[in-house]
């Protein structure tokens, strides 16, 4: 099994490591770099066996695999520190949004790099992710980063030139639809149910209706259609949804999103 070193210890890598070790990677194959000495000692304390160590220098020696989940203003300076201990063939893969692969090419000269964007659902293993090879990465990094990534979720492959877009819309996805969560509890309470009532309902409404969706190969317009008897009452709610441009308003989000994300990557 590959030795993998994680550079950042937060959410998103805290979230990557659970799903490592869940997957089957052996606990002595892993070396985590976080700066912060207390959660240096959380994730000592939540992952036995596992070495946390404060340098990523220190992390990626040895290391098959290199997963750069830093803030994106300190990649570069995170790599560079790293770079002398980086073997000639180390992968790197960056989830850090918005910083290009020429960025992590530039700072990790010849090495193959992908790039990905996972969301935030990677916190319970089902993330949504997206990545993207560099000059120097082959069908075989791609094969590796899949496997990796994909211990806390889907993975697909696109282009850089999409990612984006997968930003505005995956990326940034789980917040539309936690925005929906909460319009339908103030809803249900407008409409007269308790609070937690409303609550309850709307969780499981949200997880229920999404794994039918996941479960099938319908697409959501039939699951919607089947849902829609006419002249019912889903009609009429649906009616009053697109009269307040409910679906425009949902593509004029990810289009803002994505444009937002170009910006960041070119700043």
Same mark, same amino acid.
Do not use: C
């Given at each position: 099994? =590959? ?21 089957? *990677? &052996? ?16 994730? &000592? ?33 995170? !790599? &560079? ?23 992590? %090419? ?7 790099? @992908? ?7 990677? !916190? ?21 980063? %899949? ?18 877009? @997968? ?8 917040? *539309?639809?936690?925005? !929906?969560? &909460? ?6 309470? !407008? ?10 309902? @709307? ?25 829609? =008897? ?11 949804? %697109? ?25």
């Amino acid at each position: 099994m =590959s030795a993998l070193a994680l550079l950042g210890g937060g959410k998103m890598g805290e979230a990557l490591l659970g799903g490592l070790l869940d997957a089957g *990677y &052996e606990p002595d194959t892993i070396a985590v770099a976080e700066v912060d000495g207390d959660r240096r000692r959380e994730l &000592e304390e939540r992952f036995k066996g596992v070495r946390v160590v404060p340098s990523a220098a220190w992390a990626v020696a040895d290391a098959d695999v290199v997963v750069v989940a830093v803030k994106p203003q300190v990649v570069t300076s995170v !790599l &560079e520190q790293a770079a002398a201990s980086l073997a000639a063939d180390t992968l790197i893969i960056s989830i850090a949004a918005g910083v290009t692969i020429a960025t992590v %090419e530039a700072a990790a000269p010849g090495r193959p790099v @992908v790039r990905a964007m996972p969301n935030t659902p990677a !916190l319970v293993r089902r993330a949504a992710t997206a990545i993207a090879a560099g000059r120097h990465a082959d069908a075989s990094h791609l094969e590796t980063a %899949e496997r990796v990534l994909g211990a806390v979720g889907v993975v697909v492959q696109v282009p850089e030139a999409h990612l984006d877009a @997968v930003t505005g819309l995956s990326g940034s996805g789980p917040a *539309y639809v936690f925005l !929906l969560a &909460e319009a339908l509890i103030e809803a249900g309470v !407008l409409a007269g149910l308790p609070r937690s009532t409303a609550d309850t309902l @709307v969780r499981q409404t949200l997880l229920g209706s999404a794994e039918l969706l996941a479960a099938g190969d319908d697409p959501p317009e039939t699951l919607r259609a089947a849902v829609t =008897s006419p002249g019912g009452t889903t009609a009429a709610g649906l009616h009053a949804l %697109e009269q307040r441009g409910v679906r425009a308003a949902v593509l004029d989000a990810v289009r803002a999103a994505t444009e937002r994300s170009r910006e960041l990557g070119d700043e």
